[in-house]
């Protein structure tokens, strides 16, 4: 009786076999093109983010005297999903209490068109972009209160290009204290 048990079993398992090669002849490997929009940004696929926000644990870090942004990033998909993506940010720092960010502001652009730039920011433990920003002005050393605004470019499935925008307060909470 075990003998039979055990031939049943072998029997399956080389059928399984069987069924589970011959479906991998069906697979079919589907290569996403990689074309040009406008302004030199990527075509995306289905894929592509729809969304993007200054992510909470954004936060003002300081380094010994040096006080520097640690920005989050994150975009999503249609489906709400974590997303890489491929384009150009602009980040800007301006008062709080100005009327327009540009004035008295400092601002870095970084180009994630560049695929090795681009995986060199994503931190796969946050699922966002993590830019480390230094530089900054006096005013915002001194205050530690200031207004972060990320602006994002990327092309869409019709060539054209979307822009994504977000702002977030800053505080240095050392500075609160």
């Given amino acids: ?3 039979d048990a055990i031939r049943v079993f072998l029997a399956a398992g080389v059928l399984g076999a069987i069924t589970l090669s011959a479906g991998c002849n069906r697979v079919v490997s589907i290569r996403e093109e990689v074309t040009e929009a406008d302004d030199g940004m990527v075509r995306p696929g289905p894929f592509a983010p729809s969304e993007m926000r200054i992510h909470p644990l954004t936060h003002v870090e300081s380094v010994g005297d040096v006080k520097r942004i640690v920005l989050h990033m994150e975009l999503r998909d249609g489906w709400g999903d974590t997303v890489k993506g491929i384009g ?3 980040i800007q720092l301006g008062r709080s209490g100005s009327a327009s ?8 652009d970084i180009d ?4 090795e730039t681009n995986v060199s920011y994503f931190d796969s433990v ?5 830019f480390v920003l230094s530089g900054l002005p ?5 205050d530690g209160r200031g207004r972060l605004r990320v602006q994002y ?3 869409r499935t019709d060539g054209s290009i979307e822009s994504m925008q977000d702002d977030f307060q800053l505080l240095d909470i050392k500075n609160e204290g």
């Fill in 1 to 3: 009786m075990r003998n």
């Fill in 101 to 108: 960010i540009g004035q008295s502001g400092t601002r870095w």
């Fill in 88 to 90: 150009a940010m602009s």
């Fill in 126 to 130: 946050t699922r966002t972009y993590r």
């Fill in 153 to 155: 470019r990327t092309g």
């Fill in 112 to 115: 994630l068109r560049d695929f």
């Fill in 138 to 142: 006096d005013w915002f050393t001194a």
